[in-house]
């Protein structure tokens, strides 16, 4: 098992970046992207590695809509 501090790395650089700020905005304006945030820091997950959680469920939803060819819904978090 892997111990001490995670680290967020790979991928690409100039999209994290941008994904990491969409993420701080969206914490606090989208209740069920909040929720999850909270949830998982009641659950000791540190602030980054929480807001890097967030970030790849958002990834997971919007490749779905590319997918489907759907619009974004509030309610799709």
Same mark, same amino acid.
């Given at each position: 098992r892997?111990? #001490?501090? %995670? !680290? =967020? %790395? #790979? #991928? %690409?650089?100039? =999209? !994290?970046? $941008?994904?990491f700020m969409a993420m701080m905005s969206t914490i606090q304006c989208n209740k069920k992207f909040k929720d999850y945030y909270e949830r998982l820091r009641a659950a000791g997950k540190r602030p980054k590695v929480a807001l $890097?959680?967030?970030? %790849?469920k958002m &990834? $997971? &939803?919007?490749n779905s809509m590319v997918r489907n060819g759907t619009a974004w819904e509030g309610n799709m978090a």
């Open positions: 892997y111990q #001490g501090l %995670r !680290r =967020i %790395r #790979g #991928g %690409r650089h100039q =999209i !994290r970046t $941008v994904m $890097v959680a967030c970030m %790849r &990834i $997971v &939803i919007l």
